[in-house]
Antibody, heavy 121, light 107 residues
Framework: QVQLVESGGGVVQPGRSLRLSCTAS????????MHWVRQAPGKGLEWVAV????????YYADSVKGRFTISRDNSKNTLYLQMNSLRAEDTGVYYC??????????????WGQGILVTVSS | DIQMTQSPSSLSASVGDRVTITCRAS??????LVWYQQKPGKAPKLLIY???SLQSGVPSRFSGSGSGTDFTLTISNLQPEDFAIYYC?????????FGQGTKVEIK
């Protein structure tokens, strides 16, 4: 069965960095685009970033562009989100999610359990 | 960026009711529209993709319709487990964007 497990969250001071990881199993990771989606406390969903199946393309939300970097290691079935220059407004639960179809971006059919990132002094 | 606007923001309904949630895109997204359900403390769950295609394992009381800029999620015969927050999301172009959510509460 498909599993996505996020790790690396925690409390960090404004301006500092954090790297999230998402370890995947139960499907051929290298065939699927992967996304990060976040949710501030009590708020709605915000799409953050996507990386194509072979890592040739990445796209970002305007709110994180230039500060966050999405990457993947297909040999380790792992997705990453490097978050630099963190701000209070980056606080929230971060989900990794898998594309429903291989080689194509259309919808997200499996999500991790989410990992909390708190940016606070 | 494409803006997604859902209505209503919340609604109260009873078990057995038919519920309709609408989602409007700020520009034509053809049928690149997705619906998710989220319960408290849980990850979102995919319900509908390509505006009207039911995700495997999702009960048939959920249905989606629409194209272009106006879309609808309908839940017929509302069940206790359907009380949740529903989000639409456009997959027409990056950056993907979500609607603000519609909370379906028990009347």
């Amino acid at each position: 069965q498909v599993q996505l497990v996020e790790s690396g969250g925690g409390v960090v001071q404004p301006g500092r960095s954090l790297r999230l990881s998402c370890t995947a199993s139960g499907f051929t990771f290298s065939n699927y685009g992967m996304h990060w989606v976040r949710q501030a406390p009590g708020k709605g969903l915000e799409w953050v970033a996507v990386i194509s199946y072979e890592a040739s393309a990445q796209y970002y939300a305007d709110s994180v562009k230039g500060r966050f970097t999405i990457s993947r290691d297909n040999s380790k079935n792992t997705l990453y989100l490097q978050m630099n220059s963190l701000r209070a407004e980056d606080t929230g639960v971060y989900y990794c999610a898998k594309e429903r179809e291989p080689y194509r971006s259309s919808s997200l059919d499996y999500w991790g359990q989410g990992i909390l990132v708190t940016v606070s002094s | 960026d494409i803006q997604m606007t859902q209505s209503p923001s919340s609604l109260s309904a009873s078990v057995g009711d038919r519920v309709t949630i609408t989602c409007r895109a700020s520009q034509d997204i053809t049928n690149w529209l997705v619906w998710y359900q989220q319960k408290p403390g849980k990850a979102p769950k995919l319900l509908i993709y390509a505006a009207s295609s039911l995700q495997s394992g999702v009960p048939s009381r959920f249905s989606g319709s629409g194209s272009g800029t106006d879309f609808t999620l309908t839940i017929s015969n509302l069940q206790p487990e359907d009380f949740a927050i529903y989000y639409c999301q456009q997959a027409n172009s990056f950056p993907w964007t979500f609607g603000q959510g519609t909370k379906v509460e028990i009347k």
